[in-house]
């Protein structure tokens, strides 16, 4: 079964910082390449960052270079986001997921991220 468990957000105050996780059960993690999504109110679910399965590519959206990093742990099936330097425009429900075909239909509750001003 596929299975996606964010966690780690939270309200701050704008520059602050948060450690996002995601925990997936799903196999093959260690090959699969994994993204951040994130969902703002009212809004399409959006691409924030990706990783390949052997850490050697990562790509970012262009709002969130150089503030946000993402990393994983296969041994834990894990991927994170390091989100620093929040701005109130972060504020949104971020997902993770894998690009393969056979785990996009499912995602998990995602996880809350509010930044005010």
């Known amino acids: 079964q596929v299975q996606f468990v964010e966690a780690g957000g939270g309200v701050v105050q704008a520059g602050a910082s948060l450690r996002l996780s995601c925990t997936a059960s799903?196999?093959?993690?260690?090959?699969?390449?994994m993204v951040w999504y994130l969902q703002a109110p009212g809004q399409q679910r959006e691409f924030v960052a990706s990783?390949?399965?052997?850490?050697?590519?990562?790509n970012n959206a262009d709002s969130v270079k150089g503030r946000f990093t993402i990393s994983r742990d296969n041994a834990k099936k894990t991927v994170f986001l390091q989100m620093n330097s929040l701005k109130p425009e972060d504020t949104a429900v971020y997902y993770c997921?894998?690009?393969?075909?056979?785990?996009?239909?499912?995602w998990g509750q995602g996880t809350q991220v509010t930044v005010s001003s």
């Open positions: 990783i390949s399965s052997e850490r050697r590519r990562k």
């Open positions: 997921n894998s690009i393969r075909p056979d785990t996009s239909d499912s």
């Open positions: 799903i196999r093959h993690f260690a090959a699969s390449e």
